[in-house]
């Protein structure tokens, strides 16, 4: 089995700004792209940004300039650090691995729990 952890999230005001962590854990034996989604009230969960293991990157047209995504594959570990907030960037924010898992063996998505987001004055 694998687990997926996010943590970081918050309430900040318009302009400020988040970090947010994900690990996974588990019988992995490699992970090709790790990513961000999120999901507003009322809305579909959409893509925000994605990071292969080759550190190319994706990022969604509304948080380009505004959003970095990282990871350091020897932890499994995926950031993204969001700066210049804006309210309409509030959801709720979930971590996805693409990981080829040993026992049992299967490669396909992962997903966190996932963590709020408020952007809020």
């Known amino acids: 089995q694998v687990q997926v952890v996010e943590s970081g999230g918050g309430l900040v005001q318009p302009g400020g700004s988040l970090r947010l962590s994900c690990a996974a854990s588990?019988?992995?034996?490699?992970?090709?792209?790790m990513g961000w989604y999120r999901q507003a009230p009322g809305k579909q969960r959409e893509l925000v940004a994605t990071i292969t293991s080759g550190d190319t990157t994706n990022y969604a047209d509304s948080v380009k300039g505004r959003f970095t995504i990282s990871r350091d594959n020897a932890k499994n570990a995926v950031a993204l650090q969001m700066d210049s907030l804006k309210p309409e960037d509030t959801a709720v924010y979930y971590c996805s691995v693409n990981a080829r898992v040993l026992f049992p063996f299967r490669i396909g998505d992962y997903w966190g729990q996932g963590t709020q987001v408020t952007v809020s004055s």
């Open positions: 588990g019988s992995i034996i490699d992970i090709h792209v």
